[in-house]
């Protein structure tokens, strides 16, 4: 059976400091993967998602960016936390075309 | 993507069934209905997804008109376990999904 793993699952940091969070995934190959952002009481924006390692679609224009280096593995990065990157980061994967997605723990970030 | 439309908040008692209403008036010929199922602190979990007339399963049924610019999410007998934020998507098969706000369902003893 298919696992995605999400890690670390809290994470405070201060303003202007990196960020990397890393979402695996067991029991699949070639997922499309997905980085979802929701803020407190709030939906799911979506971030990044890519089809294949090395392909990053960015839909939303910030100071984060993602990476794929291997098939199953999807990191979000930034170089400098901004107070409204606060958030509950969810990473989510899909067969082919979109019709069931999973999702993962989601990793909690406070930027302080 | 067809843009969704459903009540920001429902409130609801044990025992009680509960229909949520999502309006898609856009949606495209090749479009399915999903709704999602969020609980706090935790990623959203497929629920039930149709094209048209009603879907059934173990956890809700869902109801789409002719028409198909509305959809209906029933779920029978509600518990306080049922309590979530519950989203209805509009999907074509391409590598998105868009997640509105959702309704809030609270369920009451």
């Known amino acids: 059976s298919q696992t995605i793993h999400q890690w670390p699952a809290t994470l405070v940091q201060p303003v202007g400091s990196p960020l990397s969070l890393e979402c695996t995934v067991e029991?699949?190959?070639?997922?499309?993967l997905y980085w979802y952002r929701q803020a407190a009481g709030r939906g799911l924006q979506l971030l990044f998602y890519?089809?294949?390692?090395?392909?990053i679609s960015s839909e939303v224009p910030q100071n984060l960016s993602a990476s794929r280096p291997q098939d199953r593995q999807f990191i979000l990065s930034s170089k400098k936390l901004l107070l409204s990157d606060s958030g509950f980061y969810l990473c989510?994967?899909?067969?082919?075309?979109?019709?069931?997605?999973?999702f993962g723990p989601g990793t909690r970030l406070t930027v302080t | 993507l067809a843009k969704t439309t459903q009540p920001i908040s429902m409130d609801s008692y044990e025992g009680q069934e509960v229909n949520i209403t999502c309006s898609h008036n856009?949606?495209?010929?090749?479009?399915?209905i999903t709704w999602y199922q969020q609980f706090p602190s935790q990623g959203p979990r497929f629920i039930i997804q149709?094209?048209?007339t009603k879907v059934t399963n173990e956890v809700a049924s869902l109801f789409i008109p002719a028409d198909r610019k509305s959809s209906t999410l029933s779920l029978p007998r509600v518990s306080l376990s049922d309590t979530a934020v519950y989203y209805c998507?509009?999907?074509?098969?391409?590598?998105?999904?868009?997640f509105g706000s959702g309704t809030r369902l609270l369920v009451r003893p």
């Open positions: 998507l509009v999907v074509n098969g391409s590598y998105k999904l868009i």
């Open positions: 149709g094209y048209k």
């Open positions: 856009n949606i495209a010929t090749n479009d399915y």
């Open positions: 989510a994967w899909t067969e082919g075309t979109v019709y069931e997605q999973y």
């Open positions: 029991g699949t190959s070639n997922p499309n």
């Open positions: 890519s089809v294949g390692i090395g392909q």
